[in-house]
């Protein structure tokens, strides 16, 4: 029998006797006795005539505790074993719904996530759709891993055969579906717009007014009343819901990264590059022939240079609001700041957005004399060098001219 390390020989444990009805309660604030001690309280209260039918409370004396027993450790051990079995039970239904698909060899399905969507009604769509099977087991697995702060707006292309975890990791990296959109060079902003809204992906006239917001244009470091000019065209992908806002930083900063390399020569040029995008941007108007760019700008510059009016049709058109498609007399008469028939010099700012070609064009232009062009009606022009010449052109391609000298048409 175990002994305590103080008294040799006695049993760790002692008892105290008491009477029955004895309130036990009465020694819960009692101190520890030592075995002597609850010897003589026994002896104690059996002289005074205790019954005899006693109750027994046991108590141990100071020193220290009994070693756990190898039998409570093994009942601790295979207790803590059924807890973890009983939990992979319980969990075997959630793990294996989050792992495997609803419907093996299911379509590609297009799933919408509106801005503000509660997770409840996405969980609700995508089994509405039955893209899964349990919306329930969905919103139990998001809520313990905290997956429904990271669910981003936009576009998805999901099907059944997705189990619910990669469509969790879908919808939390925000791979949404991306739709190819076109911008061609020469397009003025409003075209812009117009392009992304027919396509559904931006308002376009919140993105036309963030465009002609000078505020947002000077984030970027750029001079002029508009983005008109900056607005790279070429083609991108954007996402159905993609803020006007991002898609305009996306054109913008392709605008930067294909202006970067010429930033020797732009300043070289002695133009500033508010001045040069300008002037391309004239060019994009005035042809599409590539190998007629670097002549028609050497025309231009060589008009600057004279202190001669540029006289470009484009220009005026882009000053008209509303613009009908009959270019009048009095169109050319009515003085704006962008009617180069009205006023000497370069328009106020762009009248489209220019390509690459036509920024190459302002920036290594043909070296000639030609100072006035008119289309032949094939999509190209002919040049001349004196307002002779060039009255002559008009009459062999235009028949009929406006009856104003010097006219670049």
Same mark, same amino acid.
């Given at each position: ?55 027994? +409370? ?64 996405? &969980? ?80 376009? &006239? ?53 202006? &970067? ?14 001045? +040069? ?133």
């Amino acid at each position: 029998m175990p002994v305590s390390q103080g008294e040799p020989g006695r049993s760790i444990s002692a008892c105290l006797i008491l009477a029955p009805g004895r309130d036990t309660r009465s020694i819960r604030n009692r101190r520890i006795l030592s075995p002597t001690q609850f010897r003589n309280a026994q002896n104690q209260r059996l002289s005074n005539g205790s019954s005899s039918n006693p109750q027994r +409370i046991c108590a141990f004396p100071p020193g220290p505790m009994m070693p756990i027993s190898i039998n409570a450790k093994r009942s601790i051990f295979f207790g803590f074993i059924l807890f973890i079995l009983i939990g992979l039970l319980l969990s075997a239904p959630l793990v294996r719904y989050l792992l495997y698909p609803a419907n093996t060899g299911g379509p590609d399905q297009i799933f919408m996530v509106r801005e503000g969507a509660t997770l409840r009604e996405v &969980a609700g769509g995508l089994e509405k759709r039955g893209i899964i099977a349990n919306k329930t087991l969905l919103l139990l697995w998001i809520r313990l891993t905290g997956y429904g702060t990271s669910i981003k707006a936009g576009e998805y292309r999901l099907n059944s055969s997705m189990a619910p975890l990669k469509i969790l990791d879908i919808l939390g990296k925000g791979l949404m579906v991306t739709h190819s959109v076109t911008i061609p060079e020469g397009y003025t902003m409003r075209q812009i717009a117009e392009t992304l809204e027919a396509k559904g992906l931006a308002d376009g &006239a919140q993105f036309l007014a963030l465009a002609k917001d000078p505020g947002i244009a000077s984030r970027y470091g750029l001079s002029g009343p508009t983005l008109e000019g900056y607005l790279y065209p070429d083609t991108y992908r954007f996402t159905r819901g993609q803020p006007p806002l991002s898609i305009i930083h996306v054109m913008v900063s392709r605008f930067l990264e294909k202006a &970067a390399p010429f930033r020797e020569r732009i300043e070289a040029s002695g133009m500033t590059l508010q001045e +040069i995008i300008t002037l391309a941007s004239l060019i994009e108007k005035e042809t599409g022939q590539g190998e007629e760019r670097p002549v028609i700008a050497s025309v231009f510059l060589n008009r600057l240079r004279k202190g001669m009016r540029l006289e470009s049709d484009p220009t005026v058109i882009y000053g008209i609001e509303d613009f009908n498609g009959n270019l009048t007399r009095q169109d050319l008469d009515r003085p704006t700041p962008y009617n180069t028939y009205a006023i000497r010099g370069l328009p106020l700012s762009p009248i489209s957005n220019p390509g690459e070609a036509s920024i190459r064009a302002v920036l290594w232009p043909s070296d000639t004399d030609y100072l006035y062009f008119v289309s032949k009606n094939d999509g190209s022009h002919q040049f001349s060098r004196t307002l002779a010449e060039h009255n002559r052109a008009v009459n062999a391609y235009q028949r009929k001219g406006r009856g104003k000298d010097g006219e670049i048409s």
